[in-house]
T-cell receptor
């Protein structure tokens, strides 16, 4: 079946640095990708929607200058957390829809710990 | 109006029992209602989904019941097993949003042996 891959699975970075998380659709063209954030024991909160070749649409309350999203190709979207702080530590999950049909697939998620 | 309300927050069921999780929504534009299963440290996995043109969908031990007039839908897990212990999320979306999902708050299910 369709696979959405995230990399890295987990990352530790120092406060003030930037970290990039990749989301790839491995066997289909992802015209739309979504980025979610999930704190422990909480639900998934949509951060932004990215369409290939255009600027991402951010949900209310999400800082677009802090969470940079790029969807430069039909198989890759990246989320860059800039000037990371400990409160940005979370589980980040992407999902993708597109040429695979009437469904959406989730990645395995990326754990970010800012120390 | 974008919210999806999910209950209960947690659920304990004996092995072999029926687990029932309920969700309610307000936005009548929603036309896709999936349920996801999530294990700790993993991304959510699609379990079963329904569209509003049917009132029930069954896949193996999992059944979605959908009440369009009440704007409610529920997940029933028959013959619950310890391996079903996970967090379950209902969600809602509309197809022309490219499946932008609005998630419920989640239900932590524990199935005791």
């Amino acid at each position: 079946g369709a696979v959405v891959s995230q990399h890295p699975s987990w990352v530790i970075c120092k406060s003030g640095t930037s970290v990039k998380i990749e989301c790839r659709s491995l066997d289909f063209q992802a015209t739309t990708m979504f980025w979610y954030r999930q704190f422990p024991k909480q639900s998934l909160m949509l951060m932004a929607t990215s369409n290939e070749g255009s600027k991402a649409t951010y949900e209310q309350g999400v800082e677009k200058d802090k969470f940079l999203i790029n969807h430069a190709s039909l198989t890759l979207s990246t989320l860059t957390v800039t000037s990371a702080h400990p409160e940005d530590s979370s589980f980040y999950i992407c999902s993708a829809s597109g040429s695979i049909g009437n469904t959406i697939y989730f990645g395995e998620g990326s754990w970010l710990t800012v120390v | 109006q974008q919210q999806v309300k999910q209950s209960p927050q947690s659920l304990i069921v004996q092995k072999g029992g029926i687990s029932i999780i309920n969700c309610a929504y307000e936005n009548t534009a929603f036309d896709y209602f999936p349920w996801y299963q999530q294990f700790p440290g993993k991304g959510p996995a699609l379990l079963i989904a329904i569209r509003p043109d049917v009132s029930e969908k069954k896949e193996g031990r999992f059944t979605i019941s959908f009440n369009k007039s009440a704007k409610q839908f529920s997940l029933h897990i028959m013959d619950s097993q310890p391996g079903d212990s996970a967090t379950y999320f209902c969600a809602a979306s509309w197809v022309d949003s490219s499946y932008k999902l609005i998630f419920g708050s989640g239900t932590r299910l524990l199935v005791r042996p």
